[in-house]
């Protein structure tokens, strides 16, 4: 089994000596402990109480001390320890104890897994080895090391904090290519840079399996497992023997066998102290590579699942030289084929009693899933190019057994499933009911589904899945007890099936599906809990098996269109190229949400008709009872003494067929299918459209797109119903970027498809040559065979292509770009009723809708598993194909897979969430160390949900105002969104500024603006520069450049925001200010006049006369207009030669202004801010102690009741500064990716420090004093009051399925009380 490399095991530890969970190290059960012997150095080794002893074994096997030894165990006090015992259960085991290492005989097996080690040494892991294997790599070392010497400050604090930058000695111009305006777009080169990181020195000339293999018989019983041969730098052959004790050198020579030990030569138990005794030049490049710089953790660690990068390295030939292949070592250490499933049910089923049991268990699901799509990776591969021969005889449908992996194509689909298409929707249904099915938690984990990938490969999609455990056999009645549960398993009573009808009805309420009955195949009615085609089973390792669960997901009644109702209104929006349109469950959540919404003002409206609320609450009161039953009728919940919605699968299910028992409730469920397929169009579309609006979402590619619809609920299907809606819009110019990603969306997924069936039927021989060719038809309009007809014959000439063979070889290269957009436009029409605004080619889109050619590269690329060369392709060029067959590096799966959960982690993420929806800073602060210690424990931080939190974590860290630690955390998370999500991910474009804002914070201008030119190099190449988040990035680069250049992209991000945002909005005012400011410092006092009116304007519009942002800009408007009029008289009366071109202070900002301003723009709330608020609360207090110390004194008589007041005030005190501190704060610290409403919040609540330097003082002065001297004000406690609704709605769920609902308390009391009356009459 594939493992992730392991991390160091020692506990990561914060700056403050605490470890990630906020506990001090004793109190989490680490300590130190010596290791010695063994030949190596003694060092000290971080170990924790509940370790098995073989963790140790692999925390020290990971060190660099003892690479590459293996085979080693430990002993305490002469005593060889268990390597399965717990360290805290081993005797006299205690903090500071001395580990003594000991090597162990070796086995034909760890013999080879030491070759194995010494290779991976030898061959040196590097940030290239990524870009060779088509995986996603990471950047940032190569962009934040330079050889420059770092100047005196700020360089050891940067080494300190995390020793892996370095600061240039002067901050870099912005290339041109970035410039705002530049026709030029950036060059594909930058996307990769060349890395700094030290390349590995060659140790040896070769290494291999010596000729004489394998030992004969009479040298295997005296203990020779391989010979080895291996040839120095200095050019000596020499040939080793592998035994039990070691490696020696013996006497075989190229010609003569003789495995006699040599004269004087010792037998070593590591073999690469054998070869530093056999060549000095290796014991020399050894020790180089041993001392190289280590990459941090995140950067050299494999990645649970593969990243796809579409594009590979500079060079042609970027195959990296190996010694495996002559080792023997790509036949793996193992030839027996693991049993996946065993392996996933065995991890399934560790204990979790503890938190420690869980998150051993979780991380054995993950390395065991990682594993298993690897091998799914590397299984379709061999597959699919022939190297795997099928187990049936059906052509159509061939089957395969590859490596412990059952693999086929899934079926032809039947012809209501839409042929190809419905067996491949089919394929990724099944995948997305087991992930819902591996989700669910507490006893239900005792309901098993196989582990199962897909993988696309060449056209063709494969299902793969771990071998079936069989079924169980008879019991002694002879009453077979494998099948159990299905429309054909029968009628059949026995305490398995028992079992397994309480495990599908307990998952049925999780899930929210409805029980019914169907009609069987023989006529008897079949109680179901699933779809018709689902099936529960007994195996033969005894656990309960659900398999067949593609429809689980309740029908989408939008797209299925009975022959009957053709002509009917309603909201259908048309018929589907397949059968299996579904609801997602991000859709069914929100509907039943919906739904709840309904009931409850439903039942307000009947207590009302039927004498008020408060009269129906009373207990024994009837009235209750019956506006519930009113209710639920309404609403259609399937019960009538409670709100609850569920769903029937197999509504709109062709060839099922109901009893008549059910057709009220299947009416019921068709109803309410219809309702959520409207509730899809008129409220999940518009509220999609709305939070792109507001810039809650901005996704800035399809991924990025295919998400945000996605978290709605809404399927991809939808996307011509999308733009229709866009189109029909006021706002349809602010939202040209989501018209832009939808368009090429559409046209990506068409091509995808197009190119499924054109690959399909290419030998493998043209496969390069047929990509190219295909890319030249998508990307170059009216592209033909005949325009690049010479190169494909040189190609074919190459190849060798002669005679009757050639033409079928090629009949790919027929393909012309014409036929390729009609192919593209007939499937935009049928999938997604786009019937125009494709044009005629690609160049249509490009013109109308600005969509990028090299975006839509990059996306196809993504989407097919293409892999292209490192190179600027002329993609505009129509005289020239602009790809070659030799600008294909690869063609690689694309795996969808399941992911495990991390429960514990992603709780405590979403507890320190909920803490900053309250405004509790420091509680979300150690939550979210707790959070990512958790992370950090499962998934090596390797995870998209750790890079979020340990993202948020910096954000947090710089609040509280520890940039250095938010430096440093952010320079991990970076690390982890370039591997783990990709390195041009739109995450990565927002963790790079994010990282500037902290690096400036230090002191690294250089750095932070080598980090902006990333984020920008990277948004300009995925997307554009036509897209709002460019606005923030280019008010970032004009707050750190200077001069003109600040001025110009200041100028460039208010272009943007005016057309995006609007010219009276929020955002849109900041950056006037902005601009203002550096206009000012430029000596352009008119010209910063003019946009700090336009400033004053918007925010006395939006905020009032009184607001303290509004204030402010009218106190910097005064300030600069009399500079301006100041100089202005000075030029008239001095001339413009003897005029003072210097500007005030009070008109300059200070570094501390440019990082709040900085913090604004990018969504941060600046560090002061809480600061103020704990400094007001404190101030609260002392004042409401000194008034009640007051009253106390003048009303002896009554010192009770003076008490009582006293501690109730201070309650609604201590209350009222808190929802104080609440407002303030949450306003800044909502949503971890920057947002345009989030800034709106934002700049409302901006202090004017900096803004208005001058009158700084005293306007905070009289803003503290009028808090001091009135307290709160009722404005503010209204505010106060609103906010906290508001908050406590949004962060608290609604009634699912019957269990509680803390959205309306009221209507829940009453529906519980009518709840219990109801069972009480029956």
Known sequence: MRESSKRGSEPRQTANGKTPGGVLKEDDGSFSVKIQGAGVDTFELQVNRFWLVQDVILAVLGREEVAPRTSLGLTLSGVTLDPFAELQTVKGFKAGVTLRLVEELYSPRSARAHLARVHELLRGAGPQDALREGRSPSILHALTHTHEAPPAAHSTKGKKANNKTEQPTEAPPPPDYILPGATERPPLATLLPANTYSEVPNCLLDLSLSCWNPPPGSRKLQGDFLYITIQTLEGKYCDITSSPRGFYLNRSTMDVFDPRPAQSTPVCHCLTDLLSQLSPQFKHHFSTLLHRPTLAAEECMSTPYHTLNWLGGSAVHAHKNGYSYRLGLELGLSTQAPDWNEELQAARDLPQTTLEERLQREKALLQVNSAFVWAVTEGAEKVIDGFVDP????????????????????????RWLGGERGRRAAQRLELKSIQMYSDLEGDLQALHTLPTALADYRGLRLSAQGLAPGLQGNDQSGVPRGLLYGVSAGPMENPSRRKLMELLAQSAKSLGLQRHSVMGPNGHQVPLFTSTDAQGLLGADGRYYIMDVFRTLPADANFHLVEEEEGEEGAVLGRFPHGLCRLRPELVKAFIQHKHTQFTKRVREHMEESGGVEECMKAGDSRGTDAIRKACKDVGSVSDIIFEMRFNPNVFSPGVEFPTSESTAVSLQKMLLKEAATFIINDQIPAFIDDCLQGKEMPMDGATLRKALHQKGINLRYLGHLITSISQSDHKDQLRHITRLAYGEIVVRCARRSFNGYIQGVELSSLSAAASHFLCCLLVPHFSAASNGEESKKRSRRRGHKGGGAADSTSWNTLGGNELWSLICQDALETYGLKQGLGSNIDHLVEHYGLQKLSLLREICLKTGIQLRLRDYALDSRNKAPISSDDVFNLLPVVKHITMVTTDASRAFREAQNSLQKGLLEKAYEQLKEAAYLFGRVCDDLHPEACHCLSLLARMAYLQGHPAEARSVQLKVVVISERVLGFDHPNTIQQYTLLAVYMLAGGETALALRCLYRAKILMLTVHGEDHPYTAVLDSSLGLMLQGEQSIQYLQNALKLSLSFHGAMDVTT???????????????????????????????????GENHPQTKCSSDFLKAVTQQAVRVERSIRQGGAELADSSTPESLVPSQETILEQLALVNGILKTSYSMRIMEFKEKLKQRRTSEDAEKTKAEPSSEAEVKEGTSNGKQTEDVTAENADSQLETQDVLEEIPSN???????????????????????????????????????????????????????????????ECKTAEDTTAVEKQAEIEVLSQN
């Open 1237 to 1299: 409403s989030q800034i709106k919040d934002q700049v409302e609540s901006h202090l004017q420090n900096g803004d208005c330097a001058a009158e700084k003082d005293e306007v905070e002065g009289s803003m503290e004093q009028s808090g001091l001297d009135r307290g709160t004000s009722s404005k503010s406690l209204v505010e106060v009051k609103e906010l906290s609704v508001t908050t406590n709605e949004k962060s608290e769920p609604a009634l699912v399925n019957g269990e």
């Open 1069 to 1103: 005012a900041l950056i006037h200010h902005l601009l203002a400011q550096r206009m000012c410092v430029a000596g352009d006092y008119r010209g910063g006049m003019t946009q700090e009116k336009e400033a004053h304007s918007i925010f006395q519009n939006k905020l």
């Open 391 to 414: 187990i049936n005889g059906c052509s159509q449908d061939p089957a395969f057994l590859w490596g412990g992996l059952f693999m086929s194509m899934g079926g032809t689909g039947g």
